[in-house]
């Protein structure tokens, strides 16, 4: 079979020979692939232009929903991938972790759409007064590159490590070209086919590469974003080529790294953390036959349990059973090629100079269900480090396998300095049940890992482990891991905007954002916007309230109602040293009154009032002084309907301006309103 790319809107054969692809676990070839031919200019051009622009135009909600839809469609046939992952040498576990981790990705960036506002840029942050009066504010918005990401990975994850990366840019309002490891294209290749058949996404949104990307690189331009994810020589070649720093396009690298993880003093044999401590390397040295760049490489374990770690895991690893993914009993497979068991091979033999192998046997150990002969297969290799602080080989080669070294410490500054020692990575993990402990570790380790996992009973029956990111917290590190960061829930798209500064007058920059700036322009609302269904509603809208006369009956009535006798309410004798020169109003007594103030009581369009933003207490209110409200409409959000029997509607933000009888505002706050849409279709 020839696994082509998909390029310009079309599936694409390359001219002349291609690379052959193998079955890892019986050496068959499955087919060849080859991207000679393909103009990866015009490819750019096309993305730009093409599925550039309708990403560019679609809201936040809707790209949510985009992705969402895209979600549901591959989970429905997430069955397909399996039988091709096999072949890639990935066990049933793995192949989950790979398929339905990544369609799990895309429903996590989907959910994000609640974080944005319902326009196609984002508006960050708070406006910046900028003069005395208010008459001159700043502010900053986020708007999607005219450029497309162009996203260059490893062979270890064909099908999570393009779903992570794509879901993100596609939430950002960009368009992709997804070059995977040529090894593992084909499930890759698999997986397009049907995201592609689906007609899901715009024209032009997603392209793939199957085969050589060489050259792509010298077409790009400072808006396009380039991701790679694989071994860090490789991306170091990448990160230093003439475009990148010619026209300074973002680069996001994230490489495999010399990830550690600690078992702590207290978590002795007989404790559960031991016992998970053991469970977790195991699995780190195993899932994907060690093919992860968050596995463990580095085992830190205190001097006095090197004995009982070495024995644990010895034990554990005899029985592992190393073989073909469908057969029963299986726990590991094979690497992704037998290039790789070439590789490994190599790095294990010069970690073996200055360390000792305490399991493993390269050439002697069995393959359940093929002949290894055949298959990618190889042996879980365990090194002992004695003298970590002098032989420094395992804090600087990574054997990118089923291969880790136990290296033993004397004290938690030990631990650290060890850890510190791979410079950089993406991920650490510390287990113990000390929580002083663990934040002494995570304080002294952090700036060299891009996350740390603490590990105890009372989270690991539930923890998704030391090797799984996850797309609402950051997945890159520092120096050997590559200085990037992708994922991170809303952190990670908004890699894919350019931030712009903006400046004007409150009313302009209402205008640009459709957000109210406070000191923009208001206008009166007839009748009372809760009379209005959401479409009705402009930003800007504003009802002006009757006033009300702030008495001491009140502050004691609200007082025994909710309870809060706090002295500044109640013991005018208590105020000396206080900032205040009297009894004062509660705070939640002035923002029930607004309430009352602004509230249309009336059935109407509005459904419910379901939360509060942003609740600021600017000024003592004391009896005798008047309290008014200015309620506007400030921002508007569509929400979709989850069943043909829901109701149609959307959130309106309205900002709640309270003041007093000098026009000082004494309260601000922003209400988030469900309104009813006048059409339900």
Known sequence: MIYRSFALGKWVTGDGEGTPLYNSITGEEVGIAGSKGLDFRDMLDYARNVGGAPLRKMT????GLMLKALALHLHGIRDRFYPLSFATGATKLDSWIDIEGGIGNL??????????????????????KLSKHGSFIGHHIMVPKNGVAIHINAFNFPVWGMLEKIAVNFMAGMPAIVKPATLTCYLTHLMV????????????????????????????NCEDVVTFTGSASTGQMLKSHPKIVEEAVPFNMEADSLNACILGEDAVPGTEE??????????????????????????????????????????????????????????MGALAGKSQVVEVTEKVNELAVSQEIIFGDLDNFEVKGADKTKGAFISPVLFCNDEPFKNKDCHSIEAFGPVSTIIPYNNLDDAVELSRMGKGSLVCSIITADDAVARDFVVG???MHGRILVL????????????????????GGPGRAGGGEEMGGKRGILHYLQRTAIQGHPTTITALTSQYQYGGRQTKSSPHVFRKHFEEIEIGETVSTDSHLITIENIEDF???????????????????????????????ILSRAAGLFVDPPKGPVLLNYGIDECRFTKPVYPGMTIAVRFTAKEKIEQEKRSDDDIAKGIVKFMVDVYDDKGETVMLATILTMIKKKDQS
């Open 107 to 128: 429903f996590a960036n989907a959910s994000l759409r609640r974080q944005f506002p319902d326009l196609p840029y984002y508006v960050d942050g708070e406006a910046a």
């Open 559 to 589: 007082a025994e109602l909710s309870g809060d006798k706090f002295y500044a309410h109640m013991d005018e004798n208590s105020l000396d040293g206080t900032i205040f020169t009297e009894r004062v109003a509660h705070g939640y007594y």
């Open 193 to 220: 086919q049907e995201i592609i058949a689906s007609e899901i996404l715009p024209e032009g949104a997603l392209q793939l590469i199957c085969g050589s990307a060489s050259g792509i690189l010298d077409h790009i």
């Open 274 to 331: 031991f016992d998970i401590f053991i469970k977790e390397v195991l699995k780190e040295m195993t899932v994907k036959a060690g093919q992860k760049c968050t596995a463990v490489r580095r085992i830190l374990v205190p001097e006095k349990l090197i004995e009982e770690v070495q024995t644990g895991l010895t034990e554990k690893l005899a029985k592992t059973v190393i073989g073909n993914p469908m057969v029963e009993g299986v726990r």
């Open 60 to 63: 936040f909600q809707k790209r």
């Open 445 to 447: 380790a952090a700036s």
């Open 456 to 475: 105890n009973k009372n989270c690991a029956r539930e923890s998704t482990g030391h090797g799984s990111p996850m797309p609402l917290l950051t997945h």
